[in-house]
């Protein structure tokens, strides 16, 4: 018999090395090899998209739409945080509305494309991204390689907004997104 076991601990972090007044609460997922995570403020969001605006627009800018946060998480913090790493990843999930989820011709016309922005409104590089199709889902994986030197200077992780553009389709309710945490190997 196969028995799963996770292992998740729960502690504080001072990665400045500060004051303790601005220590940041993390948990250790040690069953995915160790990974010190954040977890975003509100992981779960979902707003109308227009399907009729064709301009790019971030998440932030529409109706509902918010700007993904991290509790207690400064700049200084994230710089040490990627300083102390190898790597960081994080992923999020986009589903469409209920009612565009339903024919495999609607499944081959959907051609929407994901924009991720992170810190400093900087947009998230391709080359960094992974992504999986299934359906009207879209799921996209961010790496970035801490140790490399330019992302030691401006860590683009987390990600902080979302946008969507392209595609014949037209999305009538709501987008919901599921925003993983931002993890450090």
Not at 106 to 111: C, D, I, S, V
Request: aromatic letters at 8%; charged letters at 25%; one cysteine or more.
């Amino acid at each position: 018999m196969l028995r799963l076991s996770i292992h998740i601990c729960h502690y504080y972090v001072d990665p400045n090395q500060g004051c303790p007044f601005d220590a940041l609460q993390v948990y250790c997922n040690f069953t995915a090899g160790g990974l010190t995570c954040l977890s975003p403020v509100q992981s779960e969001v979902s707003g109308i998209w227009p399907s009729d605006d064709r301009s790019k627009k971030w998440f932030s800018e529409l109706q509902r739409g918010i700007r993904f946060e991290y509790k207690d998480l400064y700049i200084v913090q994230l710089r040490f945080l990627g300083l102390h790493s190898n790597s960081a990843t994080q992923s999020i999930r986009l589903t469409c509305p209920k009612r565009n989820r339903t024919t495999a011709e609607h499944e081959a016309q959907t051609k929407r494309i994901l924009h991720l922005r992170g810190n400093f409104k900087e947009e998230i590089d391709p080359s960094h991204i992974i992504v999986s199709k299934h359906g009207c889902e879209v799921e996209m994986q961010v790496k970035i390689v801490c140790g490399s030197e330019p992302h030691r200077r401006d860590m683009k992780l987390p990600i902080r907004e979302v946008s969507v553009d392209g595609g014949k389709e037209k999305w009538d309710g709501d987008v919901s997104f599921v925003l993983g945490p931002l993890c450090f190997l």
